[in-house]
């Protein structure tokens, strides 16, 4: 009989608020120091990492599915759980006075291991609600609560006995941004759409996973770091942010574009002579062949959710052409 062998393997979401997440009026305490935006997690994260962003206040949750597996040879003999939930916290500042409330967290929902011949599959839920008081309608009696809605991930992974591993978002809140990493740590999809507006009515601790509620998402893999490096010179650059309508098209292929635009929510089909050849979600730049390659749009670029951009004229643009090269070198799809 072969010796026994412990297998273990990592999936880890971390949810923050970006910039641009929040529209509208409901801004204004954020924009005020009633609250505070997240600066973007880093490309990699480990327990470490996550400690010290909660540490630094830069997440409102993560959710750490761990697990391990035993194997003696002809299959899997046990398996088990070993990760963990961080909760970060919520700090408001009026003048030189600041106020940390930390973030209510819920019990960790792990489902028993499920064991298929040489598999075994995980599933973690994470969730949580910030600790200060936020007064808002809801779309049923009383239809006014004070307390914050609930955001949570819940994650599923998959382990073998030859010690490979898959992971799956199985469902997550509208709100806010969720970043998944992989087994390794890198940072491999997000969510493809927030929505504020929904979250902050329907959200309620009532409709989640733990009353047996779960809300399927759209999961849009990670953008290149060459993207996400530009991402913040095209919002340091004052751009105009636009919706897009589920079925609008960003881009028509043969025609003109005098516009950089950069994903902020949202999912589009990439489409090169009739033929989808892409996905892209939050972090995509779009239009860079354009300005490179004589103005003429190379693909057809439509929502295929409701989205929001944000848009650049070619003469505001102050992206060194190098970078936008090596964006484009990514970008030809059509190429195979």
């Not at 801004?27 to 973007?40: F, K, Q, S, T």
């Not at 102050?318 to 484009?328: G, M, N, Q, R």
Request: charged residues 25%; proline residues 6%.
């Amino acid at each position: 009989m072969a010796a026994a062998q412990r297998i273990e393997s990592v999936v880890t979401s971390v949810s923050w608020i970006p910039s641009e997440a929040i529209r509208g009026l409901s801004r204004v305490p954020m924009d005020i120091g009633l609250g505070h935006y997240d600066v973007a997690p880093p490309e990699q994260v480990d327990d470490d990492v996550l400690d010290q962003l909660q540490a630094d206040d830069r997440l409102r949750a993560a959710n750490r599915l761990a697990a391990w597996i035993e194997t003696d040879g002809d299959g899997i003999t046990a398996a088990g759980y070993c990760g963990r939930a961080v909760i970060g916290s919520t700090t408001g500042r009026i003048g030189r006075a600041s106020i940390t409330f930390p973030g209510v967290g819920y019990p960790v929902l792990q489902h028993d291991p499920v064991i298929d011949g040489s598999t075994a599959r995980f599933v973690q839920s994470v969730g949580c609600r910030t600790g200060a008081p936020f007064p808002h309608r809801i779309d049923r009696p009383p239809y006014l609560r004070v307390t914050a809605p609930t955001t949570w991930t819940t994650l599923a992974l998959e382990i073998d006995a030859d010690g490979t591993s898959r992971h799956e978002v199985v469902g997550a809140a509208a709100f806010p941004r969720h970043w998944i990493y992989d087994a390794n740590g890198d940072l491999a999809a997000k969510n493809g759409f927030t929505d504020w507006a929904d979250w902050v009515k329907t959200h309620e601790h009532e409709r989640s996973p733990w009353h047996g509620v779960e809300r399927p998402i759209v999961v849009a893999a990670a953008e290149p770091a060459i993207e996400r490096t530009l991402s913040g010179r095209v919002m340091s650059m004052n751009p105009d942010i636009r919706t897009v309508e589920d079925g609008d098209t960003l881009t028509v292929q043969g025609e003109s574009g005098d516009e950089l635009y950069l994903v902020l929510d949202g999912i589009f089909s990439v489409e090169v002579d009739g033929e989808a050849v892409a996905e892209i979600g939050p972090g995509a730049i779009v239009g860079e062949r354009a300005v490179l390659e004589g103005g003429t749009r190379t693909s057809t670029v439509s929502a295929i959710t409701p989205a929001r951009v944000a848009a650049v004229a070619v003469d505001e643009l102050t992206i060194d052409p190098d970078d936008l090269a090596e964006v484009a070198a990514g970008h030809r799809r059509e190429d195979g």
